[in-house]
């Protein structure tokens, strides 16, 4: 069974950093395209940023500049360091991977809690 386990949220202030992690297990296959979304109170998911297996990057407008994405492919594990956060970044962040066996299926992690103080 396909396991995405987060961590790394956390209360920071405005200006800070934090550093999440999302660690794919159970697999058969590869892991393709991963990533991370965000979901404010009241809000719909959003697109933060993604990776390809080719370490080819994209980046919502909102985060460029100051996050950057990265990946282990050796751990099936992806990073997101997020430097000069504002409150505006306080959300739930979901990690999100493609795994292809035969096909490509899409898995998410349960979410990890990122504040940023004002």
């Known amino acids: 069974q396909v396991q995405l386990v987060e961590s790394g949220g956390g209360l920071v202030p405005a200006g800070g950093s934090l550093r999440l992690s999302c660690a794919v297990s159970?697999?058969?296959?590869?892991?393709?395209?991963m990533g991370w979304y965000r979901q404010a109170p009241g809000k719909q998911r959003e697109l933060v940023s993604t990776i390809t297996s080719s370490d080819s990057t994209n980046y919502a407008d909102s985060v460029k500049g100051r996050f950057t994405i990265s990946r282990d492919n050796a751990k099936n594990t992806v990073y997101l360091q997020m430097d000069s956060l504002k409150p505006e970044d306080t959300a739930v962040y979901f990690c999100n991977a493609r795994v292809l066996f035969f096909r490509e299926d899409e898995y998410w992690g349960q979410g990890t809690q990122v504040t940023v103080s004002s």
């Open positions: 159970g697999m058969r296959g590869s892991v393709r395209a």
